[in-house]
């Protein structure tokens, strides 16, 4: 491969300045290092910087003004629109700020803001303790905070964020701030949700919860109309101890999926539940009576969801994500129907129902503010030849027309490239507002624009 080299003359200061922790276009681990899961536009920094302190990352970001670079902030590079990246800028790389220090007596962690979700529970599990994180280990702990942070115990314990009791964070002009609830606080409402626009996450702590029980793992289910519109329901009524992510999507090819399935659209659903194995058995059985074709859900760890890396995406995804109250028999059919008539080698419609916990939060808590939202929506379509990329595109855009209800948000963390208009839509009125209000305090330049941008307040 050809790589577009951005050569600038200025880079070799910051290379004297940071001795052994610039990466440049050429050098040997270069190639290997700007990699991240997702780049739809091939992007080439200028440098890249890694194993940086605070107190470098301040110093990068002050040169990165003061040349004129975008900056890329990289955690664990899960961001779906390449935002880990940046074509000609410099990436902070946060991988080796990865320290994770339990404290059982308060039950507490601090964690570095480069840190895999799948390291902080393994810290976590000898200690009975878990913090909720989403459903893939890879993804970097700054990252989903940022967002928020659905998934597998959500609806007992919340969103990520609803955990998260203080975070270092290193802001525009350099300085780096504690924000909590008694220190900047603004800032501190802000990073929970408002998607990496405030500063770099250099720690964060958070309150973990006792995990005395688990039982989890995968359940696949016919992909029919009625069993999706059952499952759905099943989960909104379930016990909040219990959260299901529910995929429906060809069958993949895989050595338990029945010979009768092969090709056919599955249900594939990652079930967890937080308790005694009598009480998971209870909330588990309206699931099992829809019928499985595969069933591996037991007693065990919850780490175990997260068994082995997550391997290289099929493709480059077209993905859209939003939120609906309900799945009827009819909007099962919908799903069906577009899974079944497009022709792409991947594609999927994801189903999380929420409630619980995550709803209980007062909407005007945190930046992720979706607190009534009942269920999130993700599609996504793969593409590997860029021809196919409006087909796929389409696809995800009408299937969304087709189901979408009253609510009109979106999960920032769930967005791809999408433009501003989508990105506004993560954000309630007053919380767009609030947010605006607080990037002009704390990044009037919008030095931190390469992620779901929100732009500061005019004067
Ligand atoms: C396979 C997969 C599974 C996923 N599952 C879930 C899930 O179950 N639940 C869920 O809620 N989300 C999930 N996500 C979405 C994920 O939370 C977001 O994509 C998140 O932004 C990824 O963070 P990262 O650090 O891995 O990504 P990166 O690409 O490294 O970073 C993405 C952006 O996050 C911001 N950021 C990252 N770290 C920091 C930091 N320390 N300080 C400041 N800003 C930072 C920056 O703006 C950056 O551009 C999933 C994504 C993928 C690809």
Not at 171 to 193: K, N, Q, T
Not at 409 to 417: C, H, I, Q, S, T
């Amino acid at each position: 491969m050809i790589l577009r080299l951005h050569t600038r003359p200025e880079i070799g200061r910051l290379v004297e300045d940071l001795p052994g922790k610039v990466t440049l276009p050429g050098d040997p681990v270069f190639e290997q290092n700007r990699r991240v899961l997702f780049d739809p536009d091939g992007c080439v920094p200028a440098a890249l910087v890694r194993g940086a302190s605070p107190a470098d990352i301040s110093r990068v970001i002050g040169f990165a003004r003061q040349h004129g670079f975008d900056l890329a902030i990289r955690g664990g590079g899960h961001s779906s629109a390449g935002h880990g990246t940046v074509d000609g800028g410099i990436v902070i790389d946060l991988r080796d700020l990865d320290d994770v220090a339990v404290d059982e007596p308060t039950s507490t962690v601090w964690v570095g803001g480069g840190a895999t979700v799948r390291a902080v529970l393994k810290a976590l599990e000898p200690h009975g303790l878990v913090v909720g994180f989403g459903d893939s280990g890879d993804v970097g702990v700054g990252g989903i905070v940022s967002g928020g942070g659905i998934g597998y115990l959500s609806r007992l314990h919340g969103a990520t964020i609803d955990s998260v009791l203080a975070a270092e964070v290193v802001l525009a002009d350099g300085r780096f701030v504690m924000a909590g609830p008694d220190s900047e606080p603004d800032l501190f409402w802000a990073i929970r949700g408002g998607g990496g626009n405030f500063g770099v996450i250099t720690r964060i702590q958070f309150q973990a919860r006792p995990l005395p029980a688990f039982t989890g793992g995968m359940l696949v289910l016919p992909g029919t109309a009625e069993t999706i519109a059952a499952f759905v329901a099943a989960a909104q009524t379930a016990p909040e101890a219990l959260s299901a992510i529910a995929m429906v999507m060809p069958a993949p090819p895989a050595p338990f999926i029945p010979e009768a399935y092969k090709d056919k659209l599955v249900l594939f659903a990652m079930m967890a539940f937080a308790g005694p194995d009598d009480a998971a058995a209870a909330a588990l059985a309206p699931f099992r009576a829809l019928g499985p074709v595969f069933d591996a859900v037991k007693p065990g760890p919850l780490l175990s969801l997260y068994d082995g890396p997550g391997g290289e995406p099929p493709g480059m995804p077209e993905t859209r994500t939003f939120f609906v109250d309900r799945i009827s028999k009819d909007a099962a059919r919908t799903i069906v129907g577009f899974l079944t008539e497009s022709d792409s080698a991947m594609r999927m419609v994801q189903i999380r129902v929420l409630g619980g916990a995550v709803n209980r939060v007062p909407s005007g808590d945190t930046a992720y503010a979706h607190r009534d939202a009942q269920i999130m929506m993700f599609l996504a379509n793969f593409y590997s030849d860029p021809a196919d990329r409006s087909k796929r595109s389409k696809w995800v855009d009408d299937l969304m027309s087709a189901l979408r209800q009253e609510h009109e948000g979106a999960y920032v963390n769930f967005l791809g490239d999408e433009g501003p208009a989508r990105t506004r839509s993560a954000y309630p009125g007053p919380t767009w507002d609030r947010l605006r209000r607080i990037k002009r305090q704390y990044d009037p330049e919008n030095v931190f624009r390469r992620n779901q941008n929100i732009p500061p307040a005019s004067a």
